[in-house]
Nanobody, 121 residues
């Protein structure tokens, strides 16, 4: 079984920074892409940023220039550096991984349990 564990969330003042991390544990799989999504109370889960195995990145327009996504393929870990945080960034942030299990051509999506990010004014 594959498990994704997020860490690094917390409470920060507006204008501050946080760095989130997500590590995938298990064996017998290869991760294609990883990403971060967030969900605020009363809202749908939305894309924050994604990164492919080759390092290509994609950001939501509102976050581009403030957030940076990166990954360490050897450690199966993805990071999200968040700078100049705003109160509207407050949400539960979820890690996502698209992976293929060895011996199977099927693709699977896995999600972490989420980490709370709260930005105060």
């Amino acid at each position: 079984q594959v498990q994704l564990v997020e860490s690094g969330g917390g409470l920060v003042q507006a204008g501050g920074s946080l760095r989130l991390s997500c590590a995938a544990s298990g064996s017998g799989f290869s991760i294609n892409s990883m990403g971060w999504y967030r969900q605020a109370p009363g809202k749908q889960r939305e894309l924050v940023a994604t990164i492919t195995k080759g390092g290509s990145t994609n950001y939501a327009d509102s976050e581009k220039g403030r957030f940076t996504i990166s990954r360490d393929n050897a450690k199966n870990t993805v990071y999200l550096q968040m700078n100049t945080l705003k109160p509207e960034d407050t949400a539960v942030y979820y890690c996502n991984a698209g992976l293929r299990r060895y011996g199977s051509p099927r693709l699977y999506d896995y999600w972490g349990q989420g980490t709370q990010v709260t930005v105060s004014s």
